[in-house]
């Protein structure tokens, strides 16, 4: 269940029984010819069938992260990183402040990782409570799924072609994908990355794309005990 | 058309025949019977009309806002001021930074109006953009409306009761509205206003909110023009 | 009674027996042919008077707000959103750490109100105390006292035009209500309003305004109880 | 001449000949037997009489600064540094927007000087403004009037018991200077102060008086030039 | 050459030859046995060898970084992340507003990677600057020796316990590696890691040192070109 | 003993039996002929000889310092005030939370003198620590050395030119003061002061150094008792 098909007095009785809360982290920034929203829509969707699944509540989707290499994409939105700090923090506190008392942030972009040691700075202040991060690209079991098809996971490529995150045709060939050193500003990013894609192909088989859902969700099911 | 279902090579095509956009402002925090995000679907769901009729893309929605005062309602998910005016003002600047040049911010919640100021002093480091700012319980044509039915808009109440911001049954009997002076802390909010709606029926017919809708899609509509 | 009248022990004294303060926040910003200090003067007139019934001492007065519009008037200095948010709250938090309890800020500007939540913020860290905000032109009494009048209270008009804000002669004819749509930025803002005024007459009789000023004066000897 | 004494027009025809600013910056802390305001009123009162004899303009002064160690004497009001750094920052950066080049900051607090290395990066990001930073009491025309007078300046002493500062009776034994080491916090401060006053006669003859106000004064009115 | 062994007469006539600057950043934090420097000590030392052969001058340690989990640990000094963006900031600003234009960040601590993005903001800024980031133990060059002698890389493992980040005896047999899900406390962290490493062998032969020293080397050569 | 020499155990160990911690505060800055980093090279020379002393911990050393004025001379890295305020509270509070009582900043540089009062602000928050702040060259005992000598302290002058700054040869002989009146921004700096020496001597006999350093190592071993 997310927040928003609820009010607040169900938030309450929720509490009486349970004290988890996902929250999903994404960002609003070029994927390609994916979805502007791809690192919104992963996270949301493995949210929801973990929800289903157990029941745990679903915070409103942080819908903007981290992405100033990407800022001249037309439809990027970034947020400092600064900003983002404050906005998780914020939101930790509230529900803190009110009983919830272990979270599970599933974050869908790889630039708001920095926001997860300013969160153990807040958990060093509230001792009472528990976070977990999770970034689904990068754990074990997605890759274990990635390596036995022996494919690489880059930014807006198969990986993230799930179904609910396509929103126009997709190349067929495959990508050559694009070497880069240093951390490139967002007039460089652009002319580097093209179409934005890193490389790779653009689409792989449904059966493919439902081992890495099925892998992340098993994995948040986990990290939900 | 919300970014969410475009790609970056959508919304530069975009550019080259229009530079509006508009910003959903909402929050995520009690209203009693209502959903908690109320304050974020009222406005997506205007901007989403006035988008039908003008093609203006609509960016993705801020899901918080500031509601210090209801912190202790469980649900309430809020954020410093401090943090919305950054939040406001990162989206703003990426937007401003690849074409965008008017903006439009719709927003639900009062206790965000402080990020306006902030806008200005955003929009005086950027002159060639214009922002305009618009609260529709705030308007006048909305307040023609209640003023015509002798009904005051409040917290929660039947302005905000639509089709789709109900998630629970409405009492059907109105509630005395609450006094208060001085600005009162969470505690003392959840103390004096019990289920959080501020006072007046919980609910109206169905052609009052047709109205309520319509007066402040007009006034966006206007807005945009 | 000010502060500036008295040293540490007559504060200490003090607190033997009450524990109410009054701030005044106003702004140095254009009032049109008005002191660039109106929005302090009045507030401070309304407190020296409340001040001389009640013996509630009065804190030096923030002499600085937030106006970014008018920053293209010379003699407007304005601070940032979060500056004020920043002052406020350290003036509030030493008061309460000596034994403060019940704080009136007596706000003089409008582009100040996004305090009052940061003001709330803070009260929910220090469950011990209580705040009001008391902006004068935007209280029922006062505008009850507009409307028997017919008179609309706009920037810098009649309403403001009080003995001690005067410092040069008052045009005697009203002007034409400017309309204006949207967040204007400075540059917008000076040509839009010319001499700085939002429209209605320049001033009015002394019987108005003494009826102005004890209906704002009723409304905070009513506040300090 | 005060800004709160003129209208914007006012200062525009100020501007179209001089482009100076005096900006008093002080304190609301304790100062033992003194006004609370003694730091805002002895820098304001230097500043009229230099004012009366220029012309040149005073900004509305700034009534609190950084007294971290004075918290626990009542009437203390204290801005944290980094909040007095917005502070000044954003007063300078509103002028120099209209046309004022030449600062004068009239400090009366030791606890500001903090802000002056802050205000170097303002002037490095504004090249065409000069700032002066004035402490009168660190100066060396004042230092050589107590010299003269084998006197010691010392907080809330003789040196700023001048008649306009005076709020009580003094008395009229000197006290034995108080020795401290390290950074005392506020509890210990006020435990080392008593009275708050840190050595020395509390006041001395008028004559002395005038010759330190006419050392600061014929300071300020070098600086102007 | 380091800063510390020049002035600024020396790095004016080095840019009038080269624009580009290694920049040491560390962390002072628990290394179970090693020096609590070690994250500082590793980068300096490979920027020490690669100035030799390059002469790019090394600007001094940043001696602390992000940390928040080992606080526990007596001697770790943990910046908050908002602190480390500063100050990377900062000295990034301050070096590129004389004239240096390539910058390469030798970082030696896992918890400073937020401050990655936080740069291409401010490359963003300076669009005529570069930046690399490199964490040594994360490039593939030292995968690549690790993978060869099958050992993994862990905190305060053998991959940092070169000789010159020894201030004690190493225990001789490996450690369990420790399994933790979750973003952990400080007091948690503590309680899992016991001495504070993370796992696998606190030692190796010195040729495996020699072989992952040379890997980082010769990637910082690379990036210097 | 200096942080960099030891593991966590030592520090652990150390704190069973002390709790002082010594923390060297530098500037990274023109200093004419001398090392950037004379203003961390004394502070911690100083340093190290009272630990050998007394066996009091020494904290990595900051190596930057807030210069804005001196950002024209190549090779200076000046942190932002506000920047410096949170580096310093960040490492106090890391320490104090692990059992460090007793602090003594050992400073070098005089810009970085606005850091001292926000460690009282620290301090009000931490109640059971207490922080000593050290600036050698502004000590009674320094300035008895230089008197008897009759000499000034002035910026990059003899008083800073021990052995260990050194870096180049000095001028024999001395320069004539330069005399500036306002906060002078980084180009009027460099223009003013040329070499970026302030005046007098570049360099005196070592046995006048030896005094000095003396005279400030007999403070510190005061202060740390």
Redo the contacts between chains.
């Keep these: 269940m997310r927040?928003?098909?609820?009010?607040?007095?169900?938030?309450?009785n929720?509490?009486k029984q349970d004290d988890r809360l996902m929250i999903v982290l994404g960002a609003?920034e070029?994927?390609?010819?994916?979805?502007?929203?791809t690192d919104?829509?992963i996270p949301q969707t493995i949210a929801d069938a973990a929800s289903k699944q157990t029941g745990v509540l679903i915070?409103?989707?942080?819908?903007?992260g981290?992405s100033?290499?990407f800022?001249?994409?037309?439809?990027?939105?970034?947020?400092?990183?600064?900003?983002l700090?404050?906005?998780m923090e914020?939101?930790i506190r509230?529900?803190a402040?009110?009983?919830f008392r272990r979270f599970l942030v599933l974050n869908g972009h790889g630039?708001n990782?920095?926001?997860?040691?300013?969160?153990?700075?807040v958990?060093?202040s509230l001792?009472h409570i528990?976070?977990?991060?999770y970034s689904w690209w990068e754990s074990n079991s997605v890759a274990a799924v990635s390596m036995k098809h022996n494919l690489a996971i880059e930014h807006a490529g198969w990986a993230e072609a799930f179904s609910f995150t396509q929103?126009?045709d997709l190349p067929s060939e495959p990508k050559l994908p694009v070497k880069v050193?240093?951390?490139?500003?967002?007039?460089e990013t652009r002319r580097l990355y093209g179409?934005?894609m890193f490389g790779g192909p653009y689409q792989v088989g449904d059966e493919i794309m439902a081992e890495v859902f099925q892998a992340a969700l098993d994995d948040v099911l986990h990290?939900l005990e």
Aim: aromatic letters at 10%; proline letters at 5%.
């Design positions: 927040f928003e098909d609820l009010n607040w007095m169900d938030v309450e929720y509490l609003c070029q994927h390609a010819y994916l979805s502007l929203l919104v829509r915070a409103p989707s942080v819908n903007f981290v100033p290499y800022l001249q994409y037309p439809g990027t939105l970034s947020l400092r990183t600064s900003t700090l404050q906005v914020d939101i509230s529900a402040g009110v009983g630039g990782n920095g926001a997860a040691d300013h969160l153990v700075e958990a060093n001792p528990k976070i977990a991060w929103v126009a050193t240093g951390l490139s500003n967002a007039i179409d934005g990290l």
